[in-house]
């Protein structure tokens, strides 16, 4: 598996429909809430996305001149690696697949940041760090790679995508002094919305000035809709209640049967030793991440995304008969 959340597919293979399918593969924002939307969709909407801006300069504190709109995180990794015209790019591994598939045009250098996370990258290289990481978790503190990064001359592109589930310190503060720093942020995770494909770079304006951008990026559905759930305080103070008890849950359940390893995000990686666990699990709809496709790791290794308690109890129910 590539890429977790293809619930269409694996629903097909076992008979069921996709809705009968708990999706542990995906680690988007279990909590759900819907909003009324009038969208008048007969004009063009303002392709500056002026108002979305100010929200988002509000909410994580950067100024509007440091943000650029793309059609989901992923075309925004591809653009910017796309912009990029260096020729090398260092990924600190295990990370997110679409980091090596936007690289294909570069040499790739893999630092296995398990056992050698402060080897040098080559200098003047594109550095590519995700922090809380995938799919493991773990957030790191930056300021002696920063100081590394620095002295190799390295740009620097920084994923803090599944930052918000526990408030962890964000580096946009380093904009402002790293000479070429790039924050990639996912608002499908925290924000709970995967079809509202909205995701963002946050750097310094004449670093944004030379992405290519469509001059409309984003629909006017997406846009209302994440305006609506940036400015919902009471969403954002729901999940983070809900995620750390939910958390706790999941992780007593996994604890019965794996190696758990710490993780501060929205999900856990475990090692597994059981035989055609995903096959079985599958069987019962219940669908997980095998992280055989991720640098360094195999199938051996699984990631279970942390979910709502009914969900739990389907899990905790199915490995109790099949392991």
Same mark, same amino acid.
């Given at each position: 598996?590539?890429?977790?959340?293809?619930?269409?597919?694996?629903?097909?293979?076992?008979? +069921? *429909?996709?809705?009968?399918?708990?999706?542990?593969?995906?680690?988007?924002?279990?909590?759900?809430?819907?909003?009324?939307?009038?969208?008048?969709?007969?004009?063009?909407?303002?392709?500056?996305?002026?108002?979305? *801006?100010?929200?988002?300069?509000?909410?994580?504190?950067?100024?509007?001149?440091?943000? =650029?709109?793309?059609? #989901? =995180?992923?075309?925004?990794?591809?653009?910017?690696?796309?912009? @990029?015209?260096?020729?090398?790019?260092?990924?600190?591994?295990?990370?997110? #697949?679409?980091?090596?598939? =936007?690289?294909?045009?570069?040499?790739?250098?893999?630092?296995?940041?398990?056992?050698?996370?402060?080897?040098?990258?080559?200098? #003047?290289?594109?550095?590519?760090?995700?922090?809380?990481?995938?799919?493991?978790?773990?957030?790191?503190?930056?300021?002696?790679?920063?100081?590394?990064?620095?002295?190799?001359?390295?740009?620097?592109?920084?994923?803090?995508?599944?930052?918000?589930?526990?408030?962890?310190?964000?580096?946009?503060?380093?904009?402002?002094?790293?000479?070429? @720093?790039?924050?990639?942020?996912?608002?499908?995770?925290?924000?709970?919305?995967?079809?509202?494909?909205?995701?963002?770079?946050?750097?310094? *304006?004449?670093?944004?000035?030379? +992405?290519?951008?469509?001059?409309? =990026? @984003?629909?006017?559905?997406?846009?209302?809709?994440?305006?609506?759930?940036?400015?919902?305080?009471?969403?954002?103070?729901?999940?983070?209640?809900?995620?750390?008890?939910?958390?706790?849950?999941?992780?007593?359940?996994?604890?019965?049967?794996?190696?758990?390893?710490?993780?501060?995000?929205?999900?856990?990686?475990?090692?597994?030793?059981?035989?055609?666990?995903?096959?079985?699990?599958?069987?019962?709809?219940?669908?997980?991440?095998?992280?055989?496709?991720?640098?360094?790791?195999?199938? #051996?290794?699984?990631?279970?995304?942390?979910?709502?308690?009914?969900?739990?109890?389907?899990? *905790?129910?199915? @490995?109790?008969?099949?392991?």
């Amino acid at each position: 598996m590539k890429h977790g959340a293809n619930i269409y597919k694996y629903a097909k293979k076992v008979g +069921l *429909k996709a809705e009968e399918i708990v999706d542990f593969s995906s680690n988007i924002n279990f909590l759900q809430k819907q909003y009324d939307l009038h969208v008048n969709t007969k004009p063009y909407y303002e392709p500056t996305y002026k108002k979305l *801006k100010n929200t988002l300069s509000k909410v994580y504190s950067i100024p509007q001149k440091q943000i =650029a709109l793309f059609n #989901g =995180a992923s075309s925004a990794i591809m653009a910017l690696l796309y912009s @990029l015209k260096e020729k090398e790019v260092t990924l600190y591994a295990p990370l997110f #697949g679409e980091y090596e598939k =936007a690289s294909k045009d570069k040499k790739i250098t893999l630092i296995n940041r398990y056992t050698n996370l402060y080897a040098l990258p080559k200098k #003047g290289s594109i550095v590519v760090f995700v922090n809380p990481a995938t799919p493991d978790g773990k957030y790191y503190d930056l300021k002696k790679l920063f100081k590394i990064w620095k002295k190799q001359n390295c740009i620097v592109i920084l994923d803090e995508s599944f930052l918000e589930f526990e408030e962890k310190q964000s580096y946009r503060s380093y904009i402002s002094s790293y000479p070429e @720093l790039y924050i990639i942020q996912s608002f499908s995770k925290f924000y709970g919305c995967a079809g509202v494909r909205i995701g963002a770079i946050f750097a310094k *304006k004449k670093h944004l000035a030379k +992405l290519p951008q469509p001059m409309w =990026a @984003l629909s006017s559905f997406d846009v209302e809709f994440l305006l609506k759930r940036l400015r919902d305080s009471a969403f954002r103070k729901e999940t983070i209640q809900k995620h750390e008890k939910q958390k706790k849950q999941l992780k007593k359940i996994l604890e019965r049967y794996f190696e758990v390893y710490e993780s501060d995000a929205n999900f856990f990686l475990v090692k597994n030793s059981y035989k055609k666990l995903f096959q079985k699990l599958l069987k019962q709809g219940i669908l997980i991440r095998p992280c055989g496709s991720f640098d360094f790791l195999d199938d #051996g290794y699984i990631r279970f995304a942390v979910k709502d308690e009914k969900s739990h109890k389907k899990l *905790k129910k199915a @490995l109790r008969k099949i392991v």
